[in-house]
């Protein structure tokens, strides 16, 4: 008879000491990617509807997630409006740049105000975002910067062209985004139609020809209309 040696103890081909899927790891990420997706969801629709200055506890039960888990992905309000509207920013600032290219300075500087106005008409959180400053957020005061530069720009090339009034100060722009935003009624369908009609009154009197010359301008610019937003 064979002598049978004793087995030492062994591990199954699945044992500890070999590496693990990840894929824990794995549920993890995608868990933690669905709830930053579902906050920001929450805040834009939020944002839109009550402005800027919604209580984030308020977004965080909309997206159906704890404030704990709110503030681990966004420390501060600056993040997550910056975050939540950082595509809309990005849109106004390319059709600013297309307006700039546009051979018509006139028609250039029409088109970016009254896309710009239906922008504001349709989302008071945007309105809000647009006008703000984040001295925390580099990447969208860049973009902030560059849309105030290609409003400036426009203004430049239809006086230039001799299509817009010579006293006309780019202050006038954001007297414009004021009014536009005081108009904004409880449906979109409204807002839109008193937008259209009150930014064509406004280019009417824009335009070179006026001989009434006007009181001097404010010393405003965009980030002066509203204030940076609350600390959480």
């Known amino acids: ?10 591990r199954s081909p ?17 868990d933690a990617r669905h709830n930053r997706d579902r906050i920001l969801e ?25 404030a704990a888990t709110l503030y681990r992905r ?8 910056t975050e939540a509207f ?15 290219e546009d051979p018509d300075p006139w028609h250039g500087f029409c088109s970016a105000i009254e896309k710009v106005c239906v922008m504001q008409a349709t989302d008071r959180g945007f309105t809000a975002a647009f006008l703000s400053q984040f001295p925390d957020t580099v990447d969208y005061e860049r973009e902030h910067t560059r849309a105030e530069n290609g409003l400036a720009q426009l203004v430049r090339r239809a006086k230039d062209a001799g299509q817009l009034r010579d006293d006309f100060d780019p ?6 985004l004021l009014a536009n935003s005081g108009i904004v009624g409880e ?10 009609r009150l930014v064509a009154y406004l280019l009417q009197s824009f335009r070179a020809g006026h001989a009434a010359l006007l009181p001097p301008p404010p010393p405003l ?12």
């Open 14 to 30: 699945a044992s500890a000491d070999e590496p693990r899927p990840p894929a824990a790891a794995a549920e993890l990420r995608a």
């Open 221 to 232: 610019a965009l980030h002066h209309i509203h204030r940076p937003p609350p600390r959480p």
């Open 171 to 176: 202050a006038d722009i954001t007297l414009l």
């Open 187 to 196: 449906s979109q369908q409204v807002s839109l139609a008193a937008s259209r």
């Open 86 to 100: 950082a595509e809309q920013l990005a849109r106004c600032v390319t059709l600013l740049d297309e307006a700039l």
């Open 42 to 66: 929450a805040a834009r629709e939020a944002f839109t509807t009550q402005g800027i200055d919604v209580p984030l506890t308020a977004i965080a039960r909309r997206a159906g997630v704890g």
């Open 74 to 81: 966004f420390p501060t309000r600056a993040s997550l409006v």
């Open 1 to 10: 008879m064979s002598a049978q040696h004793p087995q030492k103890p062994g």
